[in-house]
């Protein structure tokens, strides 16, 4: 029983309190008294409560890293995050490029704090050279597939994965970097890395692949999730594509609208990620294309890593910061748009790329799975890295202060957040 | 002065003007029978070289020597780091032994300042970091165009001007991945010359904006206004990243050769940081006539140095004959 909030979905806004029982929502009303004996009651008084958060794009590198981070506890700061469903990528070690290692990382997320889906490779070992077996993957429900962590650099495999995929009905997501342009930049080329003598990647890198993999949606038919956009070159793409009636979804990462490549002047790895941290003016671009609707979605990139990998030079340091605990908090806190335009970011639309809207992203309505988080707006907090859940402690934002903060998160029914306290 | 030395603009121009003044007592020093003071007896520093560069090494060695300082040395092909130690476990594990400097080189841009925010009482000197700075080098730089301009009978800055005060600087060859280059066109401006950055724009790097100079790539025309000629060291592996054709053409358009090395005025200053590339960036001949500077700036290196580790390190202390 969650009383006293105002509940917000993509059906609109109302003052309820919402009874769940069995897992599903069984009565929306105001002020409910008819409770059975034994009900959990949580409080959302001054709350918002919405559909879970459904994030796109989280590492949470089990198998192969567990020093890094492992499916539980990264289900965990999804949970505190407000998330009820998250997709892992699949560069774990070995990669999700097979059904055996889908099962794993399912297997691992069955009884955590989150709904952990699967997002398989494209190709074998994302080795980028054969196909992934993607049928098979996809009948165990794997409904996102992408090589992430670098995109697939041959176009005529490209070309291939899309026609295959296509057949499938699930959805190829592309990490958009040209390697040989890239040419293994540590960060976004410009004017702060000519000064810091960092070698750069220039915003082309980014936008030849957006570009190809436009021309090769158009060629195929096939539909395209585009990964962490963070260039205005690349979102004007999407732009002009959606227009022209291309299936085409996109995302963009907190940190991209709210870290510029400035930040890299401490020469502290926390801000090395990959696409780097961008200029004034494409951060200015990423809040432009959540505000008009060309983004689909706010996904984390929540990409841990080991405290000693991070204490390295920048230039050897792997990129990736931390992302689920602190995204609602930097969208409510950061952008200026109103709080139902800012749960469609995080919650129904990414449901719906991710093809989960039978479970997730709502509408709150009677009968429907009851994942869900309550939603302080008003809360006040302050990064603080020991105080995460994840099991690595690399977040961009010690210190930040941010207005925003999830209460308490339900998943299938069960508290699994309350009072900002996870129950497993 | 800050307790560390990581990037020229820690200086300012005045810093600068504060080590090239007290390295002049120090050339005095290195002049004597024994060159030694006991300025810092009792200190530590530690030399921490995560790049080969044994001219800097030996450069600070000496200069930390003169100074009475023991000196400890620590290289990355002989220690820890190549069993899988941590940058950070390294440079805690060197100041738990109890040390009072150390100075840092490293072929990765920032390390110095990822040091200095590890160590709680240390000062911390960057000797070189990645293409990212150099500062003793622009220090030792700036002291030997003033030095040797003085001792060649030109005219100084008027009083109250800084010290390379309206001087044409060019700095020629591969800007891009230079420390030494970032490190001289910030200390150069500062002390109030006009730097002209020569290189083909593949060298050059990927914006300029906000750098005080200008861009040529035209050495023909900029040589003959030059008060001093820097050429940097051309790496040979840059060909193999399409940044040149070949050395050869590089040499016929960039190269200061003989031919070029006349359209220079009288006075012109011939500079390199080392080791030269003789018949590439220079020619043999032009390196070895006397407008060539290249070896006095060895040899101020160590005074300079001194300069630099007795204004961190010996703060007070009185300098006096050993």
């Avoid at chain 1, 296509?166 to 040989?180: I, M, N, P, R, Y």
Wanted: aromatic residues 4%.
């Amino acid at each position: 029983m969650i009383r006293g909030g105002t509940i917000v979905d993509l059906t609109g806004t109302q003052v309820a309190d919402v009874l769940i029982q069995d897992g599903v929502v069984a009565t929306i009303g105001s002020k409910i008294s008819s409770v059975p004996a034994g009900t959990v009651v949580l409080d959302a008084s001054g709350c918002v409560v919405a559909p879970g958060l459904v994030d796109l794009h989280a590492h949470l590198r089990q198998p192969g890293r567990e020093e890094a981070e492992t499916v539980a506890t990264g289900a965990r700061a999804a949970a505190l995050g407000g998330y009820t469903a998250v997709v892992a990528m699949p560069n774990t070690e070995p990669a999700i490029d097979c059904a055996a290692v889908v099962r794993e990382v399912l297997d691992l997320g069955a009884g955590s704090c989150c709904d952990v889906r699967v997002a398989g490779a494209i190709t074998v070992g994302r080795q980028g050279r054969q196909l992934a077996p993607m049928a098979e993957m996809a009948g165990l429900g794997v409904q996102i597939f992408t090589d992430d962590g670098c995109g697939v650099q041959d176009a005529r495999l490209m070309r291939r994965a899309m026609e295959y995929a296509s057949a499938l009905g699930v959805t190829l997501a592309q990490h958009c970097e040209d390697a040989s342009l890239a040419g293994g930049g540590h960060m976004h080329e410009g004017e702060w890395s000519s000064r810091l003598g960092i070698a750069g990647q220039p915003a082309e890198a980014e936008e030849l692949m957006v570009m190809r993999d436009l021309a090769l949606a158009r060629l195929t038919g096939a539909s395209m999730h585009f990964l962490h956009l963070s260039t205005a070159g690349s979102l004007a793409m999407i732009r002009g594509a959606k227009a022209s009636g291309l299936t085409v979804t996109a995302e963009v990462t907190p940190h991209h609208f709210t870290l510029t490549d400035a930040e890299v002047a401490s020469y502290d790895p926390v801000f090395k990620v990959n696409p780097p941290l961008r200029s004034e003016s494409d951060v200015e671009a990423v809040k432009a294309a959540l505000a008009d609707g060309v983004v689909d979605a706010i996904a984390t990139d929540h990409a841990p890593h080991a405290q000693e990998t991070k204490e390295a030079p920048f230039d050897e340091a792997p990129p990736g910061m931390l992302g689920l605990e602190t995204a609602l908090g930097l969208a409510l806190t950061e952008l200026d748009l109103p709080i139902e335009r800012i749960l469609a970011l995080l919650s129904w639309q990414p449901a719906d790329i991710a093809g989960l809207t039978a479970e997730h992203g709502g509408p709150i309505a009677v009968g429907r799975p009851a994942n869900l988080c309550v939603i302080d707006p008003t809360a006040k907090w302050v990064v603080d890295p020991a105080a995460l859940a994840s099991r690595s402690r690399n977040t961009p934002y010690t210190g930040r202060a941010l207005v925003g903060r999830t209460r308490h998160t339900v998943l299938f029914g069960e508290p699994v957040v309350v009072n900002g306290e996870a129950q497993r | 002065m800050s307790r560390h030395l990581l990037s020229i603009s820690d200086l300012g121009a005045d810093g600068i003007e504060e080590v090239m003044a007290l390295t002049d007592s120090f050339v005095e020093v290195s002049s004597r029978a024994i060159p030694r003071v006991p300025a810092l007896r009792g200190k530590t520093v530690v030399s921490l070289f995560f790049e080969d560069s044994t001219r800097t090494r030996l450069s600070f060695e000496t200069a930390a020597r003169r100074l009475s300082a023991d000196v400890m040395t620590f290289s990355a092909s002989s220690s820890s780091v190549n069993k899988g130690e941590s940058l950070r476990d390294t440079v805690e594990t060197i100041e738990a032994m109890g040390i009072d400097a150390v100075v840092v080189r490293h072929a990765g841009s920032g390390v110095p300042w990822q040091v200095a925010r590890w160590l709680h009482g240390p000062s911390v000197i960057n000797a070189g970091d990645g293409w990212h700075e150099h500062p003793t080098q622009a220090l030792l730089d700036c002291f030997t165009i003033r030095q040797e301009r003085q001792r060649r009978g030109a005219a100084r800055p008027a009083e109250g001007r800084p010290a390379l005060d309206g001087l044409h600087i060019a700095i020629v060859g591969d800007i891009r991945h230079s420390r030494v280059a970032r490190s001289d066109v910030l200390a150069f401006t500062s002390l109030g010359a006009h730097v002209t950055l020569v290189a083909p724009p593949t060298l050059l790097p990927p914006s300029l904006v906000g750098w005080p100079v200008e861009v040529s790539h035209d050495l023909d025309s900029v040589l003959p206004k030059l008060d001093v000629v820097y050429l940097l060291r051309l790496q040979k592996e840059r060909m193999l990243e399409a940044l040149l054709p070949s050395l050869r053409e590089y040499t016929a358009t960039y190269g200061l050769t003989r031919e070029r090395a006349r359209l220079l005025g009288d006075g012109a200053l011939i500079m390199h940081p080392g080791p030269v590339n003789r018949g590439v960036e220079v020619a043999a001949e032009v390196v070895d006539q006397p407008s060539s500077v290249i070896t006095q700036q060895v040899a101020n290196g160590v005074a300079v140095r001194m300069a630099v580790l007795y204004l961190l390190l010996g703060a007070g202390v009185e300098l006096v004959a050993a």
